[in-house]
């Protein structure tokens, strides 16, 4: 008899700065956080995967990271491991658990995200090698590339990405635990501090502490459970590590390649989904998803988010909650909680009416790892 | 307080010859003897055809900008914004991550065509580019 991979709980902590705890301590918390969520115990969970996040995971090169948070939290899981793909580390993990619950490898895995950059000094400094020495610095930089280049190839303007910044912040304002709740006007963001043209300040994520699990089990399991079992009804990745010397990159993301996959395991297409969270560490980014998961035509994402149509009661809602530009830097585990919370029908003032799917994105390194989730609701189980 | 300096290139058995090349006025790029592709950064075979078998060809030094981003925040007090990062495309094909130089960040353009010139940095030299006359393509 087949195993199908259900959400089956949630938690985080708050975002933001979070000062004198460890990212050790919020990862426990959010781990507790999506146990509760889902009416089970410690002891129920026999698997743990986690995704160290940026400074922990990347800069500090803390491995096994699974091995001492499964000591802080007394775990003897029956599958484990930590994956390092920067921002696709989190979607990957759930991808991961429902492989190893289908497989039959382990019955309830959680998976954990946690960083604290801004309370831990040290986390984020600046670079070393060979690009830092032409001052190639941080995301921000190769992102700018990627922003020069659609605004040269499909003449893609300012106001364009600003429209998605205002976006993120309209739906943070609908958010009660999101970081930044103030909303923002075009001229809040053409005023916005030019960091590495043409991205300004309000183009760029937020830097938090914070931590976010989610507790993927069998349908079977989730059966008589607290909340609706959210389905995983495809997953897939694709990279593109060759970086610079690929005749692509900087234009089309590998989300071109692993969105019709994971959508093809779910049986939909792009014109299916009725909310998307797309992993947004820059505007751009959120951009490029746009077309290469085939909401938009290449080249049109410039044109498809006038007018708030990503945003609060528009005919595409992206990231509800506000998303990495505005609810904190969540490493991606936080979208794949407001899908399930879409889903389950209980989020509150920003949900999107009658939602039944969601796609879920990961984008991360050199912009160059890529994971997708599509979920469904409660009535495809 | 001392000045900060700017960070310098960190060479590993892979790309020494590339940095020893640069301080001898050599942009050099590794060409595969087996199926003729040409790359950069140097690496322990051929990315298209996995060949162990390698050499260096010095680089004509002209290309183009592929993309670019102008640095307006300072990131490292040892390298003062404003300056422009860009990706280059060598007339042979290969790209590396360089600066534009010789000219305001305003007057840089994607597809631009520049020319290599080398510039002191610690002990290195760091192959940079700067503009050909005035043929901006305008696309």
Same mark, same amino acid.
């Given at each position: 008899?087949?195993?199908?991979?259900?959400?089956?709980?949630?938690?985080?902590?708050?975002?933001?700065?979070?000062?004198?705890?460890?990212?050790?301590?919020?990862?426990?918390?959010?781990?507790?956080?999506?146990?509760?969520?889902a009416g089970l115990q410690p002891a129920d969970v026999d698997g743990l995967l986690t995704d160290p996040g940026p400074s922990q995971g990347i800069l500090?090169?803390?491995?096994?990271?699974?091995?001492?948070?499964?000591?802080?939290?007394?775990?003897?899981?029956? !599958?484990?491991?930590?994956?390092?793909?920067?921002?696709?580390?989190?979607?990957?993990?759930?991808?991961r658990a429902a492989l190893a619950v289908e497989a039959g490898l382990c019955d309830v895995c959680l998976c954990v995200y946690g960083d604290s950059p801004l309370s831990n000094a040290g986390s984020f400094e600046y670079g070393r090698g060979d690009e830092a020495a032409f001052g190639f610095f941080g995301a921000v930089g190769l992102h700018a590339l990627a922003a020069q280049r659609h605004m040269h190839r499909h003449g893609t303007r300012a106001e364009q990405?600003?429209?998605?910044?205002?976006?993120?912040?309209?739906?943070?304002?609908?958010?009660?635990?999101?970081?930044?709740?103030?909303?923002?006007?075009?001229?809040? !963001?053409? #005023?916005?501090? /030019?960091?590495?043209?043409?991205? *300004?300040?309000?183009?760029?994520?937020?830097?938090?502490?914070?931590?976010?699990?989610?507790?993927?089990?069998?349908?079977?399991?989730?059966?008589?459970?607290?909340?609706?079992?959210i389905p995983i009804l495809g997953h897939a990745q694709a990279h593109?590590?060759?970086? !610079?010397? /690929?005749?692509?990159?900087?234009?089309?993301?590998? #989300?071109? *390649?692993?969105?019709?996959?994971?959508?093809?395991? #779910?049986?939909?297409?792009?014109?299916?989904?009725?909310?998307?969270?797309? !992993?947004?560490c820059f505007t751009i980014v959120v951009l490029l998803q746009l077309e290469d998961y085939g909401f938009c035509k290449k080249g049109e994402s410039g044109p498809f988010v006038e007018g708030g149509r990503i945003g609060p009661g528009g005919s595409l809602p992206v990231n509800p909650s506000g998303g990495l530009l505005a609810e904190g830097y969540g490493g991606g585990m936080l979208h794949v909680i407001e899908a399930v919370r879409q889903l389950r029908h209980e989020a509150g003032e920003r949900q999107v009416k009658g939602a039944? /799917?969601?796609?879920?994105?990961?984008?991360?390194?050199?912009m160059n790892t890529h994971a997708t989730l599509v979920l469904g609701s409660h009535a495809h189980v | 307080m001392s000045e900060v300096q700017p960070p310098v290139p960190e060479p590993d058995a892979l790309s020494?010859?590339?940095?020893?090349?640069?301080?001898?006025?050599?942009?050099?790029? $590794?060409?595969?003897?087996?199926?003729?592709?040409?790359?950069?950064?140097?690496?322990?075979?051929?990315?298209?055809?996995? $060949?162990?078998? +390698? $050499?260096?060809?010095?680089?004509?030094?002209?290309?183009?900008?592929?993309?670019?981003?102008?640095?307006?925040?300072?990131?490292?007090?040892? +390298?003062?914004?404003?300056?422009?990062?860009?990706?280059?495309?060598?007339?042979?094909?290969?790209?590396?991550? $360089?600066?534009?130089?010789?000219c305001a960040p305003e007057e840089v353009a994607i597809d631009m065509p520049v020319q290599l010139r080398f510039e002191p940095a610690g002990d290195f030299m760091l192959p940079r580019f700067a503009p050909v006359g005035d043929e901006k393509e305008t696309s």
């Amino acid at each position: 008899m087949s195993r199908h991979a259900v959400i089956a709980g949630v938690g985080h902590t708050e975002f933001g700065k979070l000062a004198g705890r460890t990212a050790w301590h919020l990862e426990a918390e959010a781990a507790a956080a999506a146990v509760s969520d889902a009416g089970l115990q410690p002891a129920d969970v026999d698997g743990l995967l986690t995704d160290p996040g940026p400074s922990q995971g990347i800069l500090q090169g803390i491995t096994p990271h699974f091995l001492r948070l499964g000591a802080q939290l007394g775990l003897d899981p029956d !599958y484990t491991g930590s994956e390092i793909l920067g921002g696709a580390g989190s979607v990957a993990i759930v991808a991961r658990a429902a492989l190893a619950v289908e497989a039959g490898l382990c019955d309830v895995c959680l998976c954990v995200y946690g960083d604290s950059p801004l309370s831990n000094a040290g986390s984020f400094e600046y670079g070393r090698g060979d690009e830092a020495a032409f001052g190639f610095f941080g995301a921000v930089g190769l992102h700018a590339l990627a922003a020069q280049r659609h605004m040269h190839r499909h003449g893609t303007r300012a106001e364009q990405l600003g429209e998605v910044a205002i976006a993120a912040r309209a739906h943070g304002a609908r958010t009660p635990h999101a970081q930044k709740r103030q909303p923002i006007s075009m001229q809040d !963001y053409l #005023a916005s501090d /030019s960091l590495v043209e043409p991205l *300004r300040k309000l183009d760029c994520c937020l830097v938090s502490d914070g931590a976010a699990a989610v507790l993927v089990t069998t349908r079977e399991r989730a059966a008589d459970l607290r909340a609706p079992a959210i389905p995983i009804l495809g997953h897939a990745q694709a990279h593109s590590l060759s970086t !610079y010397t /690929s005749p692509n990159h900087f234009d089309t993301l590998p #989300a071109a *390649r692993c969105g019709p996959k994971a959508l093809g395991h #779910a049986g939909l297409s792009a014109s299916d989904i009725d909310v998307a969270l797309l !992993y947004d560490c820059f505007t751009i980014v959120v951009l490029l998803q746009l077309e290469d998961y085939g909401f938009c035509k290449k080249g049109e994402s410039g044109p498809f988010v006038e007018g708030g149509r990503i945003g609060p009661g528009g005919s595409l809602p992206v990231n509800p909650s506000g998303g990495l530009l505005a609810e904190g830097y969540g490493g991606g585990m936080l979208h794949v909680i407001e899908a399930v919370r879409q889903l389950r029908h209980e989020a509150g003032e920003r949900q999107v009416k009658g939602a039944q /799917s969601a796609l879920v994105s990961g984008h991360g390194l050199g912009m160059n790892t890529h994971a997708t989730l599509v979920l469904g609701s409660h009535a495809h189980v | 307080m001392s000045e900060v300096q700017p960070p310098v290139p960190e060479p590993d058995a892979l790309s020494a010859p590339f940095w020893e090349a640069c301080r001898n006025g050599a942009l050099e790029f $590794s060409a595969c003897d087996d199926c003729g592709h040409y790359f950069l950064p140097a690496g322990p075979c051929c990315p298209d055809c996995w $060949s162990p078998c +390698m $050499s260096s060809r010095a680089a004509s030094g002209r290309g183009h900008v592929f993309s670019f981003a102008v640095y307006r925040r300072t990131y490292h007090p040892g +390298m003062p914004a404003p300056y422009v990062v860009a990706l280059i495309e060598l007339e042979e094909g290969p790209r590396l991550i $360089s600066n534009v130089v010789g000219c305001a960040p305003e007057e840089v353009a994607i597809d631009m065509p520049v020319q290599l010139r080398f510039e002191p940095a610690g002990d290195f030299m760091l192959p940079r580019f700067a503009p050909v006359g005035d043929e901006k393509e305008t696309s």
